[in-house]
């Protein structure tokens, strides 16, 4: 084979994306194992690729983290669009995310996260930042069902929102906890005996 015809080959080959194996790896060890149990060499083990590969994509396990987060929180994106469903009851939508967002045997990682890396100012301030973010997106749809007169009134849309939500965080660690996802079930029904309107 000539030099010229190895080069053409050599450009024209797609190139292996370590930086995204990485990245669904780093999701999944840190997912199943936690940010501190988990090194960089299980992350490049997970992924298959060389450790050097991991250095040339990301700073430090730290800073893959936060893209983890990052990932995470977008691919849960399709869970809060039900909280914007045109032509669907604003209890229907909520009941809608929270069956969405669902049981996952290793819990939710803004969760985990939040739990396990609430020391670390960086983390605290993105996951602070996501959650006021998602409980703006519970607000709104609540503030339509309470002016619609289908959800309570007497408790703000933002007080109700954040119940919600630190309610589902505690429900996903225990449905975690008891490996049961009827517990998700019974959370969300009683959700719906709360926003109700009496």
């Known amino acids: 084979m000539t030099d010229l015809r190895r080069l053409v080959i050599l450009r024209v080959m797609p190139k292996p994306n370590h930086r995204e194996k990485i990245l669904s790896a780093g999701l999944a060890v840190f997912h199943k194992q936690g940010f501190h149990a988990t090194g960089v060499q299980d992350v490049v083990d997970h992924a298959g690729v060389p450790k050097g590969s991991f250095y040339n994509h990301f700073k430090s396990k730290d800073a893959l983290g936060l893209e983890v987060l990052e990932s995470y929180w977008t691919a849960g994106g399709s869970a809060r669009t039900e909280l914007q469903t045109d032509g669907v009851a604003p209890l229907e939508r909520i009941d809608r995310h929270l069956a969405a967002a669902g049981y996952d045997k290793n819990g939710c990682l803004i969760g985990n996260f939040s739990s396990e890396l609430a020391g670390s100012d960086e983390f605290r301030s993105r996951l602070s930042e996501l959650y006021k973010v998602w409980i703006s997106e519970v607000a709104a749809c609540i503030r339509e069902g309470q002016e619609d007169g289908t959800l309570r009134r007497d408790e703000r849309a933002e007080n109700l929102a954040e119940f919600i939500i630190e309610g589902l965080e505690g429900a996903k660690l225990k449905a975690k906890v008891e490996r049961d ?9 009683s959700i719906r005996l709360v926003l109700q309107s009496p």
């Not at 996802?181 to 029904?189: D, T």
């Open 181 to 189: 996802p009827a517990v998700l079930k019974r959370y969300r029904n």
